[in-house]
């Protein structure tokens, strides 16, 4: 798609597309008009035949949207993929906007033949103070396993018994991605968070780190929904320009609803990625104790796919004084991996060069409350990351739900500027863009760590691989 009409000469932008029933495939998106107006644009593939759908034909009723009465002529964007509503059974589709007090909030329109679009007079969710809504998206979980197991859900699956819908938006403000979980109403077509203090924007985010402008789309093969993220780099404009590139995907992760918690998502690698899986190493039963590190020998560690196992010895330190304890917690504002504490932090190190000058920590990082209750973070510390200074080098993270008896587990994925992470099987994710100088190619190493001051930890299960590449060639009709 490239802009070349009035209608989007300024910029071709966020849209999504919807298979209807007939096979046919519609595409929307956001175009930028020669005026700067932001409208809404149709296009179908040229070829529907082709795999790939590589060319498309934009429609002659373009625009078929444009800001309605209310709406900013630079405030209305991205519209999401359509569903079906069981009520009327026309379609629906959702698109980001703000109001004139900075309240973001997600309109809906509704139509038969994608074309024509009528407004609906109430919006789907409005939430004060959270700004631009951009790339929303909105679509079905099954909460209930024993009526549907862990699968994906269709976009256009209604509301009823062990279905929630997820409403997620990009705010503009921050650049991160909110999502809450809640109930559609079919036929008001609102939505209701399952609770108001995590509502979209104020709540749960998809990502702690460097992650933003996400979609997700229904895989009926695998009946799966997967989810893409756009990561944006932590270096300079001017190191982008000279390099000729910047920002990538993430891997792609599968979304399912966590039935164990009740109140979040779990994000997990798509299982193609054990695909790259090559030589893997597995240790079991290291002991990290108080102010150690541990390297561990897998050769080459530029390219990793992680999963790590930690039980943490708590009720020694229970005895202690809580009075001695730390009250609260906050990744972002702590000393790193580098600070001290009773419980925490410890984890991995990666991206990590032989003398530690560099490298990437991944930690966990246990709180004793005054009620005597645990709560645990996970965090993603880039202090140390590289010797190169035109860097942002945040420490990123956030609290993860850890049920009774649940031991301590992370998956991360290392690819040279990138790691992802995945805590206690997806409940909270970190991704951060790392630029070692030094911990590169055959000088990248991995180790254990344990900073806390006060407690013992096991590392139960470690197993590494070295990963692939995935060499992506062009598609070939004749493979």
């Known amino acids: 798609m490239v802009?070349?009409?009035?209608?989007?000469?300024?910029?071709?932008?966020?849209?999504?597309?919807?298979?209807?029933?007939?096979?046919?495939?519609?595409?929307?998106?956001?175009?930028?008009?020669?005026?700067?107006?932001q409208v809404q644009?149709?296009?179908?593939?040229?070829?529907?035949?082709?795999?790939?759908?590589?060319?498309?034909?934009?429609?002659?009723?373009?625009?078929?949207?444009?800001?309605?009465?209310?709406?900013?002529?630079t405030d209305f964007r991205d519209p999401t993929t359509a569903w079906l509503n069981p009520t009327d059974k026309a379609w629906r589709i959702a698109i980001g906007s703000k109001d004139q007090e900075h309240a973001g909030l997600a309109l809906v329109y509704r139509t038969k033949d994608f074309v024509r679009y009528d407004p609906l007079p109430t919006l789907m969710r409005v939430v004060s103070g959270t700004g631009m809504w951009e790339c929303v998206d909105f679509y079905p979980v099954a909460f209930d396993p024993a009526a549907s197991g862990e699968v994906g859900l269709d976009t256009s699956v209604p509301p009823g018994p062990g279905v929630k819908h997820v409403l997620k938006t990009s705010l503009d403000d921050d650049r991160h991605d909110y999502y809450a979980i809640g109930t559609y109403d079919a036929e008001t077509d609102r939505w209701t968070p399952d609770d108001e203090a995590i509502d979209v924007g104020i709540g749960l985010r998809y990502d702690y780190g460097k992650f933003y402008a996400s979609k997700t789309f229904y895989d009926p093969v695998r009946r799966r929904r997967v989810l893409w993220g756009w990561i944006g780099e932590s270096d300079s404009e001017r190191v982008d320009i000279l390099k000729g590139w910047s920002s990538l995907q993430s891997i792609p992760r599968s979304v399912l609803m966590d039935t164990k918690t009740g109140s979040n998502l779990l994000q997990w690698p798509v299982v193609e990625v054990e695909n790259l899986r090559m030589r893997g190493k597995r240790f079991d039963g290291l002991a990290v104790q108080p102010g150690s590190?541990?390297?561990?020998?897998?050769?080459?560690?530029?390219?990793?796919?992680?999963?790590?196992?930690?039980?943490?010895?708590?009720?020694?330190?229970?005895?202690?004084?809580?009075?001695?304890?730390?009250?609260?917690?906050?990744?972002?504002?702590s000393a790193g991996a580098s600070g001290r504490g009773l419980l925490g932090p410890f984890g991995l190190l990666v991206?990590?060069?032989?003398?530690?000058?560099?490298?990437?920590?991944?930690?966990?990082?246990?709180?004793?409350g005054a009620d005597g209750k645990l709560s645990t973070h996970f965090?993603?510390?880039?202090?140390?990351?590289?010797?190169?200074?035109?860097?942002?080098?945040?420490?990123?993270?956030?609290?993860?739900?850890?049920?009774?008896?649940?031991?301590?587990?992370?998956?991360?994925?290392?690819?040279?500027s990138i790691v992802e992470s995945f805590a206690q099987g997806g409940r909270t994710c970190i991704t951060?863009?790392?630029?070692?100088?030094?911990?590169?190619?055959?000088?990248?190493r991995v180790f254990l760590f344990n900073n806390a001051t006060s407690v013992n930890v096991t590392a139960k299960s470690i197993k590494i691989w070295e990963l692939n590449s995935a060499y992506i060639r062009p598609y070939s009709n004749s493979l």
């Open 3 to 37: 802009p070349d009409h009035w209608y989007d000469i300024n910029g071709v932008w966020s849209g999504s597309a919807t298979q209807l029933p007939d096979g046919r495939i519609v595409m929307l998106y956001t175009g930028s008009t020669e005026d700067g107006v």
């Open 41 to 73: 644009l149709l296009a179908e593939p040229a070829d529907p035949s082709d795999p790939l759908l590589r060319c498309w034909v934009k429609s002659e009723s373009n625009p078929i949207l444009v800001p309605p009465p209310g709406i900013g002529l």
């Open 293 to 333: 590190v541990v390297p561990l020998d897998v050769g080459k560690a530029t390219q990793l796919d992680i999963e790590a196992v930690f039980h943490v010895d708590v009720d020694a330190s229970a005895a202690r004084s809580v009075a001695g304890a730390e009250a609260s917690y906050n990744c972002s504002s």
């Open 351 to 368: 991206l990590a060069d032989e003398g530690l000058s560099e490298q990437t920590a991944v930690y966990f990082y246990l709180v004793r």
């Open 379 to 416: 965090c993603q510390d880039a202090f140390r990351s590289s010797k190169a200074n035109d860097l942002v080098k945040p420490v990123y993270g956030s609290s993860v739900p850890v049920l009774d008896g649940e031991d301590l587990s992370v998956r991360i994925l290392v690819d040279h």
């Open 432 to 444: 951060s863009r790392v630029y070692p100088t030094k911990a590169i190619y055959d000088n990248a």
